[in-house]
């Protein structure tokens, strides 16, 4: 079978030896500031960031251990099925999950089973990738998306760590930066044992660079249905009554003012509920909703019939958010932010999708929920408000789109049997 012996070990080519010594000589001592200056900000955990310079906060267990790694929020979810189907099969495993975002943290502290343990990522030097490694010793890692830092591979390949990288995702803007560096991209890529491309366009590019793609894996088309919170949920709907709620997914500024906009002229009937994907970015939300009777949920204020606006400034909601939704609007896909968020995440619990055109990082999955009468995009502003008002008009339309979208769904979970079938010889024996 394909992905079961590590690949050889690649020289590391002279732009990757420059990388390492000015990581050592400048990225090492500023590291600290650096990190303290963002957690004033909001952007750290204070009290953790040893972990970001590889000084673990909790003991390695006895036994083998595979390491699992993403970034931020989509990717650490997109990993959740993987890290609950190796749990499930291998409870000899301590699964040791990385992630390099506060958000990413505390959404996972919520979500992980019991018996996985949590470390922020090293910080790409080689003493904070040394002391991390040191200290976990790794058998196998599991490295989701675009996660290339160069020290980390590296480094834990000479280790002998048996890596796999999947749902892998290299953008056309992202091969423009590596062709001016294509020894060490190919020196990267060549440490993974298994590479599981997300989709076609990331297998050419990937391949242009002389990585070895055994198959394609997206993970973000593999999922359960979020979770929620029973009491809260029949709370809200209380507070709604009969009101249809349009809820805007994973916004990015100035998505909450167009969305706001956009259901405006559809009177008291409609509450619009914004999830944004930052909530620490609340008051600057909050301000542009001003023109609308905004109530905010960080604030722990009620729905009441005169609030147009419900602001979900909170993490780890979302799931109960769509339990409400009549139809959700992802966003990030109107710019000028653009690339889209998960359509699956709505489309599970059977809600219509709306987007914006802007949908590259989704590409392959938006045309397919299309086709399947699941979701529509839609060009701006205008159009959105339009559609808004003609499904919410049509609830058999819009029942239709939602089973539509968990039809779909469920038809994705198969690829995640495919992609275990290569990962497991990596796995130190049981």
Do not use: C
Request: no cysteine; glycine share 8%.
């Amino acid at each position: 079978m394909m992905g079961q012996r590590p690949r050889p070990l690649s020289p590391r080519p002279f732009s990757l030896w420059a990388y390492r010594a000015a990581a050592s000589l400048f990225g090492a001592p500023l590291a600290r500031p650096l990190l303290e200056a963002r957690a004033r900000r909001g952007k750290e955990d204070p009290a953790r960031l040893g972990e970001r310079l590889g000084h673990a906060s909790a003991a390695r267990p006895d036994g083998p251990l595979v390491w699992l790694h993403a970034v931020s929020v989509g990717e650490s979810v997109s990993l959740l099925p993987l890290v609950d189907r190796l749990a499930a099969e291998r409870p000899d495993l301590t699964l040791l999950f990385t992630s390099g975002t506060r958000a990413s943290a505390e959404i996972l502290a919520r979500r992980l089973p019991a018996r996985v343990i949590h470390q922020y990522a090293p910080v790409d030097t080689p003493g904070a990738v040394a002391r991390f490694l040191g200290h976990w010793r790794p058998d196998a890692g599991v490295f989701a998306e675009s996660e290339l830092w160069p020290n980390l591979i590296l480094a834990a390949r000479q280790a002998g760590v048996r890596l796999a990288l999947v749902s892998a995702r290299m953008t056309e803007k992202a091969a423009r930066n590596w062709r001016a560096r294509p020894n060490a991209v190919r020196a990267m890529l060549a440490s993974f044992a298994v590479i599981l491309a997300q989709d076609a366009a990331t297998e050419r590019r990937l391949a242009g660079f002389g990585g070895k793609v055994d198959g394609q894996l997206n993970l973000k088309r593999i999922g359960d249905p979020l979770p929620f919170d029973d009491a809260e949920l029949a709370r809200l709907r209380a507070q709604i009554g009969e009101r249809r709620v349009v809820v805007a997914v994973s916004t990015h500024a100035p998505d909450e003012t167009l969305v706001a906009r956009a259901t405006a002229p559809l009177g008291p009937g409609v509450l619009t509920i914004i999830v944004p994907r930052h909530p620490e970015h609340r008051e600057a939300i909050a301000r542009n909703l001003a023109p609308w009777r905004t109530a905010r949920r960080s604030a722990g204020e009620p729905i009441e019939p005169a609030t147009a606006v419900y602001l979900a400034d909170t993490l780890s909601e979302l799931g109960l958010f769509l339990r409400l939704a009549d139809i959700a609007v992802v966003g990030k896909s109107f710019g000028p932010e653009t690339g889209g968020h998960n359509p699956l995440e709505p489309a599970r619990l059977g809600v219509g999708v709306l987007s914006g055109p802007a949908v590259d990082v989704f590409a392959d999955i938006y045309p397919e929920l299309v086709d399947a009468g699941a979701a529509r995009i839609v060009a701006d502003e205008a159009a959105l408000a339009a559609t808004l008002a003609e499904l919410l008009a049509d609830p058999p339309r819009l029942a239709a789109m939602g089973e539509a979208g968990r039809a779909y769904s469920a038809r994705q979970s198969g690829a995640l049997d495919a992609g275990l079938a290569l990962i497991r010889p990596l796995l130190p024996a049981a």
